[in-house]
């Protein structure tokens, strides 16, 4: 078993920055790859962001790209979420997902949730 527990939202003005955070209470966190989703209001859940269990391999969806930075620190069990140039398009509930599967793109990859944190960027 696996919880998740994310940090950091907010709300902030469009090119602002947030640094979301996700803590993992689980016996082998190097186990998991993990992912970011979102998901606006009437809209389906989504990937932003996907590391690897080594944090080798790294996925961004295009519309993160350049601006989002996924990363994990392996002995805090932590996976981050660095967000800069921030968008209102971004405003979404962020969730933080684990695998024990693989890296996928998809929610249905994904075996464990956080409950999520709500991130409004205002123009």
């Known amino acids: 078993q696996v919880q998740l527990v994310e940090s950091g939202g907010g709300l902030v003005q469009a090119g602002g920055s947030l640094r979301l955070s996700c803590a993992a209470f689980a016996r082998t966190f190097l186990g998991y790859a993990m992912g970011w989703f979102r998901q606006a209001p009437g809209k389906e859940r989504e990937v932003a962001a996907v590391i690897s269990r080594s944090g080798d391999n790294i996925y961004y969806a295009d519309s993160v790209k350049d601006r989002f930075t996924i990363s994990r620190d392996n002995a805090k069990n932590t996976v981050y979420l660095q967000m800069n140039s921030l968008k209102p398009e971004d405003t979404a509930v962020y969730f933080c997902?684990?695998?024990?599967?693989?890296?996928?793109?998809?929610?249905?990859?994904?075996?464990?949730w956080g409950q999520g944190t709500q991130v409004t960027v205002s123009s």
């Open positions: 997902a684990a695998s024990y599967i693989r890296s996928g793109l998809r929610p249905q990859d994904y075996n464990y």
